[in-house]
């Protein structure tokens, strides 16, 4: 994939600002990782663009008519499980399907931070043969390294591979006998395709604040045709290997640009927060001119929405007297009742709603609700996604809350006065900001879906 590289090092986190960054991720977690290309235009890069008239329309559709589309699964993975155990069964599945054994990465890395037990040192103690693996080398720019054995490519012990009965031995000792860190491990084959990506299944278990997180992921890669419904299915091997993996969670598709693409092209972060390299820069363009409009004139917008409430606003009296043990109680009938009339529907998980709706065209409109990732407050993000491109925006629950900053909640009524604000705001945005930009970009394929099962 031209503007993007994939490692196994851990995915860095981001926040969603006015400026046009992107929500929180997160980062305990390793993950596939793809990152722009030193130089690559970012869609903080360029502040013009203009709407694609049908010509140029016309030949943007044709090149990306047929195209290459990433398909990040995200699996169910219990720490119930062993970490040996659910390796052995990824390794299995391989075997089953008639791969053959899978090229196998890993990294087992302590702590960056100096001090404590070196889980490193435990297992050279036991496999000596496995010190030419060591390495403290940088994973990925941002990110500090930690000394861990690992053959990662593009550091030192690339080219080695150790038997997998001395992988299994490490993975059983996880974390009682080794208790790494990070612990990532990555099995390919030539079948899950190719894009300069970590196309395979990547397995991860590592430390976090609230105890150690597992995570199980695939990624594949598929030659799809816009014009088609669905997607082709998987490779009977591939689909094979997945179902072995277990329950999906999510899958995410990750439109990949053509080879014939030329120059910079404009960065789009995935709904997990990677960025990749726009499938349609053109359209990204467009969308961007019309996103830092908005941006800049949201004042108005809101005007133009006729807010229902007025709320207290950053110093008043009535936010500072608020008090920590007051709760709003249950968050979704609320939203149901505002958002299902206006063609949306309402998920939640944990500290978080989307309200989510497809438009004629095919673009998938979402407002994104964090309520308590941090505390007892509320952040809106209203996105709209197609094929190459992802429009953003950050807004308030008031006219005189600042742009990006966290609203007090409150108890049920306060709740309800946010709701119907962010309502109005939504149905203001549908009627102008969404319009312009699919009549600027165009539709996108029926089959394209940023973000399943929703």
């Given at each position: 994939?031209?503007?993007g590289?994939?490692?196994?090092?851990?995915?860095?986190?981001s926040?969603?600002?006015?400026g046009g960054a992107e929500?929180n991720?997160?980062?305990?977690?390793?993950e596939f990782?793809?990152e722009?290309?030193?130089?690559e235009?970012?869609?903080?890069s360029f502040?013009?663009?203009?709407k694609?008239?049908a010509l140029?329309?016309?030949?943007i559709?044709?090149?990306i008519?047929?195209m290459r589309v990433?398909?990040h699964?995200t699996?169910a993975?219990?720490?119930?499980e062993p970490?040996a155990a659910?390796?052995d069964r990824?390794?299995?599945g391989f075997?089953?399907?008639g791969?053959?054994?899978?090229v196998i990465g890993?990294?087992?890395?302590?702590?960056?931070?100096a001090?404590?037990?070196?889980?490193?040192?435990?297992?050279?103690?036991?496999?000596p043969e496995l010190?030419?693996?060591?390495?403290?080398?940088?994973?990925?720019?941002?990110?500090?390294?930690?000394?861990?054995?690992?053959?990662?490519a593009?550091l030192?012990?690339?080219?080695g591979s150790?038997?997998?009965t001395?992988l299994q031995?490490?993975?059983a000792?996880v974390?009682?006998?080794?208790p790494?860190?990070?612990?990532?491990i990555?099995?390919h084959s030539?079948?899950?395709?190719?894009?300069?990506m970590?196309?395979g299944v990547?397995?991860s278990?590592?430390w976090w604040?609230?105890?150690r997180?597992?995570?199980?992921?695939?990624?594949?890669?598929?030659e799809a045709?816009?014009?088609?419904?669905?997607l082709?299915p998987?490779?009977g091997?591939?689909?094979?290997?997945?179902?072995a993996c277990?329950?999906?969670?999510?899958?995410?598709q990750?439109?990949?640009?053509?080879e014939?693409?030329?120059g910079?092209?404009?960065?789009?972060?995935?709904?997990e927060?990677?960025?990749?390299?726009s499938?349609n820069?053109?359209?990204?363009?467009?969308?961007?001119?019309?996103v830092?409009e908005?941006?800049?004139?949201l004042?108005?917008v809101m005007?133009?929405?006729g807010l229902p409430?007025?709320?207290?606003?950053p110093g008043?009296?009535?936010?500072?007297?608020l008090?920590?043990?007051?709760?709003?109680g249950?968050?979704k009938?609320v939203?149901?009742?505002?958002f299902?009339?206006?063609g949306y529907t309402?998920?939640g998980?944990?500290?978080?709603f989307?309200?989510?709706?497809?438009?004629?065209?095919n673009?998938?409109v979402q407002?994104h609700?964090?309520?308590?990732?941090w505390?007892?407050?509320?952040?809106?993000?209203f996105r709209v996604?197609?094929?190459?491109?992802?429009?953003?925006?950050?807004?308030?629950?008031s006219?005189t809350?600042?742009?990006?900053?966290?609203y007090?909640?409150g108890d049920g009524?306060r709740?309800?006065?946010i709701?119907?604000?962010?309502g109005?705001?939504v149905?203001?945005?549908?009627?102008?900001?969404v319009?312009?930009?699919?009549a600027?970009?165009?539709?996108s394929?029926e089959w394209?879906?940023?973000?399943s099962p929703?």
């Amino acid at each position: 994939m031209r503007g993007g590289s994939v490692g196994l090092g851990p995915a860095g986190a981001s926040a969603e600002q006015h400026g046009g960054a992107e929500e929180n991720t997160d980062t305990h977690r390793d993950e596939f990782i793809i990152e722009p290309e030193p130089g690559e235009a970012t869609p903080e890069s360029f502040a013009s663009g203009s709407k694609i008239d049908a010509l140029s329309r016309s030949a943007i559709q044709a090149d990306i008519y047929c195209m290459r589309v990433a398909l990040h699964t995200t699996f169910a993975a219990s720490r119930k499980e062993p970490l040996a155990a659910m390796m052995d069964r990824v390794h299995q599945g391989f075997l089953d399907a008639g791969l053959g054994e899978p090229v196998i990465g890993f990294s087992f890395g302590d702590s960056p931070m100096a001090g404590g037990v070196s889980s490193v040192d435990r297992v050279l103690k036991r496999n000596p043969e496995l010190e030419r693996f060591v390495t403290t080398a940088v994973p990925a720019p941002m990110i500090p390294g930690a000394r861990r054995i690992t053959n990662q490519a593009m550091l030192p012990g690339a080219d080695g591979s150790v038997a997998y009965t001395v992988l299994q031995t490490i993975a059983a000792g996880v974390p009682r006998s080794f208790p790494f860190h990070t612990v990532a491990i990555h099995f390919h084959s030539s079948a899950f395709g190719s894009a300069n990506m970590a196309c395979g299944v990547l397995l991860s278990d590592n430390w976090w604040v609230d105890g150690r997180t597992r995570s199980l992921a695939a990624l594949t890669v598929v030659e799809a045709d816009a014009g088609n419904k669905k997607l082709p299915p998987l490779p009977g091997p591939v689909a094979a290997v997945l179902a072995a993996c277990g329950k999906i969670k999510r899958t995410v598709q990750v439109p990949l640009p053509g080879e014939a693409q030329t120059g910079p092209a404009p960065a789009v972060r995935t709904p997990e927060g990677y960025l990749v390299a726009s499938a349609n820069p053109e359209a990204a363009r467009a969308v961007q001119a019309i996103v830092l409009e908005y941006r800049t004139n949201l004042k108005q917008v809101m005007e133009r929405a006729g807010l229902p409430h007025e709320l207290p606003g950053p110093g008043d009296q009535e936010l500072r007297d608020l008090s920590l043990g007051v709760t709003a109680g249950p968050k979704k009938p609320v939203l149901d009742r505002v958002f299902k009339p206006m063609g949306y529907t309402c998920r939640g998980e944990s500290g978080t709603f989307t309200m989510q709706r497809r438009t004629p065209g095919n673009l998938t409109v979402q407002l994104h609700l964090d309520v308590g990732t941090w505390g007892h407050s509320v952040l809106a993000i209203f996105r709209v996604w197609g094929l190459g491109f992802k429009a953003t925006l950050i807004l308030p629950v008031s006219a005189t809350e600042p742009v990006g900053a966290q609203y007090p909640i409150g108890d049920g009524e306060r709740w309800r006065k946010i709701v119907e604000n962010l309502g109005a705001l939504v149905a203001e945005l549908d009627r102008s900001f969404v319009p312009e930009i699919e009549a600027a970009a165009g539709p996108s394929p029926e089959w394209y879906q940023p973000d399943s099962p929703f």
